[in-house]
């Protein structure tokens, strides 16, 4: 079922009632081929981050240009899961966790609670890369962070799956 371009290939292991099928990746890195198109676009997202990177110097809180990206990527990555819940729904969800903290879980913000929760759980992975490397404790304190108070809460959070 893989075609000529996918990045691996399937192979055999054991034998008899053993026996399955197993992913090999093809090795990394991947060789890219851009074309001038591609090379045109590249060249003017390099320049785009250039002039941020300049502009970013000149503001003295750089984290007004970065919570704004960072809930933009939460929103984004949120809807791969199928969240339904927009840029203004997690805003809203926000301020309304400043003016009403107690108010949780109701059946009109589960979407946006889950996209806060990435929200927190980035802040937190950013923040602690500062003093310590990506590892597997790091990926288990980010989901516990990201599952709390969420559908799956249940489920162990903070843990790595044993089945």
Do not use: W
Request: net charge negative; glycine share 8%.
């Amino acid at each position: 079922m893989f075609t000529y371009d996918s990045p691996g290939h399937l192979t055999s292991i054991g034998s008899g009632a053993s026996r399955y099928s197993a992913f090999i990746p093809n090795p990394l890195p991947p060789c890219v081929e851009f074309d001038a198109d591609s090379l045109v676009l590249l060249c003017r997202a390099d320049q785009s981050l250039g002039r941020l990177a300049g502009i970013g110097h000149f503001v003295k809180n750089s984290t007004l240009l970065v919570k704004p990206l960072v809930r933009r990527e939460a929103v984004l990555s949120s809807h791969i899961e199928g969240t339904e819940s927009g840029l203004d729904d997690l805003y809203r969800y926000e301020a309304d966790q400043q003016l009403f903290p107690a108010r949780k879980g109701s059946l009109d913000n589960e979407d946006a609670h889950e996209v806060y929760n990435y929200v927190v759980a980035l802040e937190y992975g950013l923040h602690r890369l500062e003093s310590l490397a990506v590892s597997t404790r790091l990926i288990r304190e980010l989901h516990h962070h990201l599952m709390k108070g969420v559908r799956g809460e249940q489920a162990t959070p903070g843990e790595l799956r044993t089945t």
